[in-house]
């Protein structure tokens, strides 16, 4: 087998940055433990390579495939030994193999800096969040009132515009579409529905987020994504205020990132 290894290559490190640059998502994975090759490293996405590699074409390819699962999980690390997803690999059975989430910090794009959206905007930056604050009136975006300058300001001129330009492809983005009417909303969302985000939530009652909602799908929006709109935006934890309805929302979308479903800790797994 090849000699250990201390340090990633040039091309591992590389690659990485391009996977950050492009707010896109990978695994990296790592040879921790074996009888040879240590430290080795191969960056997957989609299954594919992108950089490195563990030093075993077989090896590589069994590595391609558990990466693929252990992105779709919500987990941000997990070690497995070889014999755990490939035992036919005898050589590699006893060794260890540390897969890592690549990610950009997490970001969310907020549609509207009303009270909600304002609200939004400071508690998701206290959770490292990155946020863009989106409005098309210039005395929202004010940097005086929102006391933080970790918070990107963009006044639409377009709504669709801005919004499409503020969230890509969608991938790694939650957003949140909190603005002050139906028309607004249905501007934003005619943006969201052509991409991919990790969340979208309308804020609203039921009646107008099926107002728009419906709007979209008889302009043709496709309904696998009109299905994953959370509408109304939010857990049910009775939020009234402003900052309520703003922990309420972010409480949500921390819980789709994370796998978690919502309900109380204290009587998830009661029996009486």
Known sequence: MPENKTRPEPGILEAIRNVLDGHSI???VTLVDGSGNVG????IRDAVTLAGSLGDGLLD?????????????????RMLQVNEFAPELSPWNEARILFERIQ???????CGAGHVGASLAKLAVALNYQVTL????VEFLNPEHLLDQRIKLVLAQQWQDAVRTAIGDGRGVSVTV????HKEDEECMRAVVDTYPDYVGLIGSKRRTKIVLDRLRAAGAAEEKLQRVHAPIGLDIGAVTPEEVALAILAEIVGERRGGRGGSLSTRDKKC
């Open 40 to 43: 080795a490293k191969l960056l």
């Open 178 to 181: 909190v603005t002050r009417g």
């Open 61 to 77: 390819s069994a590595v391609r495939l558990q990466a693929k699962a252990f992105l779709e999980s919500s987990d941000d690390a």
């Open 134 to 137: 989106i409005d098309d009136r």
């Open 26 to 28: 990978a695994a990296l």
């Open 104 to 110: 950009p910090e997490p970001e969310i794009v907020i």
